[in-house]
Nanobody, 123 residues
Framework: QVQLVESGGGLVQAGGSLRLSCAASGRTFSNYAMAWFRQAPGTEREIVATISWSGAYQYYADSVKGRFTISRDNAKNTVYLQMDSLQPEDTAAYYC????????????????WGQGTQVTVSS
């Protein structure tokens, strides 16, 4: 089992920045690919970014490319999502997820999930 706890969400004005953190406990963190997903009311959960176990491979949704950065610190069992130039359409609950093996883009591929942290961007 892997337990994931997100933090860092909040209310920010358009153009602002937030950094989300996801602390992992349980199994060996460095064995897992990690991802951030988001879900706005009435929509499906969508990939934001994902990172391989080593950090060498990353994938970003087109909507956040160039604005968001995913990173991980395996010594601290933590994955981060730096979000810059936030826009109202980024408003959603953000979820951290973990899976063994390679990175992947679909929620169904991930075995472990955090409880989510709300990000609200005002215009």
């Amino acid at each position: 089992q892997v337990q994931l706890v997100e933090s860092g969400g909040g209310l920010v004005q358009a153009g602002g920045s937030l950094r989300l953190s996801c602390a992992a406990s349980g199994r060996t963190f460095s064995n897992y690919a990690m991802a951030w997903f988001r879900q706005a009311p009435g929509t499906e959960r969508e990939i934001v970014a994902t990172i391989s176990w080593s950090g060498a491979y990353q994938y970003y949704a087109d909507s956040v490319k160039g604005r968001f950065t995913i990173s991980r610190d395996n010594a601290k069992n933590t994955v981060y999502l730096q979000m810059d130039s936030l826009q109202p359409e980024d408003t959603a609950a953000y979820y951290c997820a973990a899976k063994q093996g390679s990175i992947y883009y679909y929620p169904a591929a991930y075995d472990y999930w955090g409880q989510g942290t709300q990000v609200t961007v005002s215009s």
